[in-house]
């Protein structure tokens, strides 16, 4: 797999017209990393992988969500999920930790990853996701995320994705 670069978004984007904002930021690998705001939704992108099926799940949901994951593989009728690996990473979308991004979904030419998004995102506002890279940060219209999958030939699961519940 080739590495996932932020040139072939900005392409993409450009291509298909689908305006963004761009903010360049420090490197950040994880959500409570992060030490700007966004005008949209603040989300965190997941790669896992059920561990018998091998099935592939990129998920998205809103960045202060702590998501259950034992009841998210039961919703998605597996028995267990982890953690996609640096190497299958590389290998499904050409990233590396720390710039998860759906924006890389055009490297997934062999269809192995199931996108679900969390219905608890606002689809009305505007949300943010990294170009391949994680320095910078697009911002983007939910709806022109939603047109750039259907370019794509994306159909994304939505999904009320379960919350653990608080101490």
């Known amino acids: 797999?080739?590495?996932?670069?932020?040139?072939e978004v900005y392409q993409l984007l450009s291509e298909w017209q689908i305006p963004?904002?761009?903010v360049e930021h420090q490197a950040v690998y994880t959500v409570a990393e992060i030490d700007f705001s966004i005008d949209g939704t603040e989300v965190k992108?997941?790669?896992m992988?059920?561990?018998?099926s091998k099935q592939n799940y990129f998920i998205i949901c809103p960045s202060e969500k702590r998501l259950d994951i034992k009841a998210l593989a039961k919703n998605l009728g597996e028995s267990h999920l982890s953690?996609?690996?640096?190497?299958?990473l590389f290998d499904l979308l050409g990233l590396t930790p720390g710039a998860v991004t759906p924006l890389a979904l055009p490297h997934d030419r062999e269809r192995q990853i199931t996108?679900?998004?969390d219905q608890a995102i606002d689809q009305t506002a505007k949300i943010g996701f990294h170009p391949n890279v994680n320095t910078a940060t697009l911002v983007l219209a939910f709806t022109d995320f939603q047109r750039y999958l259907t370019k794509l030939g994306?159909?994304?699961?939505?999904l009320v994705l379960p919350e653990q519940a608080t101490a």
């Not at 797999?1 to 040139?7: F, G, I, Q, R, S």
């Not at 994306?154 to 939505?158: S, T």
Request: glycine share 4%.
């Open 1 to 7: 797999m080739a590495k996932a670069t932020d040139t």
């Open 20 to 22: 963004y904002e761009r």
């Open 45 to 47: 992108n997941l790669l």
């Open 49 to 52: 992988r059920g561990k018998k």
């Open 83 to 88: 953690f996609a690996s640096a190497e299958q």
């Open 115 to 117: 996108l679900v998004i």
């Open 154 to 158: 994306i159909q994304p699961v939505y």
